[in-house]
């Protein structure tokens, strides 16, 4: 099993461009995550996503959307980048609402 | 919303020092998750808190769940320089999410 999967690595933005970060899990599990960790903060979540087809807000949305089509997939989308979106994104995936979160190895993203 | 504080948000130590980190909420805690984040990493699971009083141990690794259910510690005995990292706890508010902490970060001096 790969786990969590997160692509790119890593990306430079201009100001107003956009870019979608990929996310995919190949442990069947019903709950993703998308969170942003500013330097030495904690983990603040974006959006969340329950099963196929159900997406919900977390503490910080504006900015992002995400979609749902597959259990798989839950990519997140920046439609104008800014400065202030400059964070490492990790998305995670559970089994369920309370068991362990699996994280993805993050990307690390840039905004100028 | 629901707001976890962990303390301290810093601590070095000596290779071979005991470290504690503390979780408290001014609310009832659903449960608590321990995840431990190595420099430039991703987090990762360490254990799941679901009883008042409740205490749990990995090797060196202590963890407790208050009588009240408002606050948790993770205590590692005699720290080894694979320790190093930031500690998060992270309650599961039963509303299909988690709530992190601002994490305590260790350094350990060799």
């Known amino acids: 099993n790969a786990g969590v999967t997160q692509t790119p690595k890593f990306r430079i933005l201009k100001i107003g461009q956009s870019m979608t970060l990929q996310c995919a899990q190949d442990?069947?599990?019903?709950?993703m995550y998308w969170y942003r960790q500013d330097p030495g903060m904690g983990l603040k979540l974006i959006y969340y996503s329950v099963g196929a087809g159900i997406t919900d807000k977390g503490e910080v949305p504006n900015g992002y959307n995400v979609s749902r089509s597959t259990t798989e997939d839950f990519p997140l989308r920046l439609e104008l980048a800014a400065p202030s979106q400059t964070s490492v994104y990790f998305c995670?995936?559970?089994?369920?609402?309370?068991?362990?979160?699996?994280f993805g190895p993050g990307t690390r993203l840039t905004v100028l | 919303g629901q707001q976890v504080m962990q303390i301290p948000q810093y601590q070095h130590v000596q290779e071979g020092e005991d470290f504690t980190t503390y979780c408290n909420s001014s609310t009832t805690l659903s449960n608590i998750q321990w995840y431990k984040q190595r420099p430039g990493g991703h987090p990762v699971f360490l254990i799941q808190l679901v009883k008042s009083g409740e205490v749990k141990k990995q090797k060196r690794l202590t963890f407790q769940f208050g009588e009240a259910k408002k606050n948790s510690s993770l205590h590692i005995t005699a720290t080894q320089t694979t320790d190093v990292g930031t500690y998060f706890c992270?309650?599961?508010?039963?509303?299909?999410?988690?709530?992190f902490g601002q994490g305590t970060r260790l350094t350990i001096n060799p």
């Open positions: 995670a995936s559970s089994y369920s609402q309370a068991s362990e979160q699996f």
């Open positions: 992270a309650d599961n508010t039963g509303a299909q999410k988690l709530v």
């Open positions: 442990m069947n599990h019903n709950y």
